[in-house]
T-cell receptor, first 115, second 116 residues
Framework: AQKITQTQPGMFVQEKEAVTLDCTYD???????LFWYKQPSSGEMIFLIY??????QNATEGRYSLNFQKARKSANLVISASQLGDSAMYFC????????????FGSGTRLLVRP | GAVVSQHPSRVICKSGTSVKIECRSL??????MFWYRQFPKQSLMLMAT?????????EQGVEKDKFLINHASLTLSTLTVTSAHPEDSSFYIC????????????FGQGTRLTVV
């Protein structure tokens, strides 16, 4: 079974509007962390936001916020006021609470911001 | 964020040759290094995990004799693709673990390998 699922291979958004990128996860570990990364065409992985499983509030970082619904096992990324520079691949990832500390990535969503 | 330096950023090599990729954590000590591979239009897949001073642990389906990992110091890990073939062409990216700043995972800039 997929541990991290991103069901939107591609998304369009109009510049200055908000967009939500979906991510669901599957784990039986009570301790885990959820990450979102942006990957432009250059390939670098740009950290956006982190949500811990025990965090009471949804994480926010500037124009990025994470809609964390623990019971539904979803961790959707919301980008407000989209900019042309937001066009990129976006990956959701999970780190389980075991000692390995490795990240498991979803398949990604390609976001295209239209002017 | 942390400074991670991965080199080279791009390499083209002939089939049958070996390629070494270096990954350095410049402002923290990394006892653990993760190596990922990303094929075009796909996600990052973990290849192996190395711990400083010990043998790497490889994920299922990754040949340890083909992808040699050396993690001899707390700031440097290398991945050597031996006897490279065109199907090894991919984007390789390292991620050293920072045990202090664990709410963010840091990555190198990646190495785009093309085997001709």
């Amino acid at each position: 079974a997929q541990k991290i699922t991103q069901t939107q291979p591609g998304m369009f958004v109009q510049e200055k509007e908000a967009v939500t990128l979906d991510c669901t996860y599957d784990t039986s570990d009570p301790s885990y962390g959820l990450f979102w990364y942006k990957q432009p065409s250059s390939g670098e992985m740009i950290f956006l936001i982190y949500q811990g499983s025990y965090d009471q509030q949804n994480a926010t970082e500037g124009r990025y916020s994470l809609n964390f619904q623990k019971a539904r096992k979803s961790a959707n990324l919301v980008i407000s006021a989209s900019q042309l520079g937001d066009s990129a691949m976006y990956f959701c990832a999970m780190r389980e609470g075991d000692s390995s500390y490795k990240l498991i990535f979803g398949s990604g969503t390609r976001l295209l911001v239209r002017p | 964020g942390a400074v991670v330096s991965q080199h080279p950023s791009r390499v083209i090599c002939k089939s049958g040759t070996s390629v070494k990729i270096e990954c350095r954590s410049l402002d923290f000590q990394a006892t653990t290094m993760f190596w990922y591979r990303q094929f075009p239009k796909q996600s990052l897949m973990l290849m192996a995990t190395s711990n400083e001073g010990s043998k790497a642990t490889y994920e299922q389906g990754v040949e340890k004799d083909k992808f040699l990992i050396n993690h001899a110091s707390l700031t440097l890990s290398t991945l050597t693709v031996t006897s490279a073939h065109p199907e090894d062409s991919s984007f390789y990216i390292c991620s050293p673990r920072d045990t202090v700043r664990d709410t963010e995972a840091f990555f190198g800039q990646g190495t785009r390998l093309t085997v001709v």
